[in-house]
């Protein structure tokens, strides 16, 4: 299946939770980025990111290990403090850096973890 980052609400994939307000505040930002920042991975809207670019993006932000790791929301939040948000020179690792802040940002803000795996 490949790697996989999923927001957790109170230690449930967000995608299982079926918080209608939440996915569609994750909606909201997918649509934003598509449009305005050349494409958004396909399981963004769900709560999750797939695509490598987006691993690799995380990974070289955070500095941390994006493979087999669960991060509180306090430790989501420390983390997107802490990330070297500088985009990438090419166009894709710019929408997979953008996709990846996003996806943190909507953690912090609404008390996510996350759930980093292969």
Known sequence: MGWYADALKDGQYLHEDRDRELLAEFARVAGELSREHGGV???FEHGGLHLSACKHALATATGRNVD????SP???RSVYEAADWRL?????GRMACWNVKSLLDLCCTFGLGLELNL
């Open 68 to 71: 087999g790791e669960v991060w």
């Open 41 to 43: 991975d396909a399981f």
């Open 88 to 92: 990438p020179a090419d166009e894709h």
């Open 74 to 76: 306090e430790e989501v």
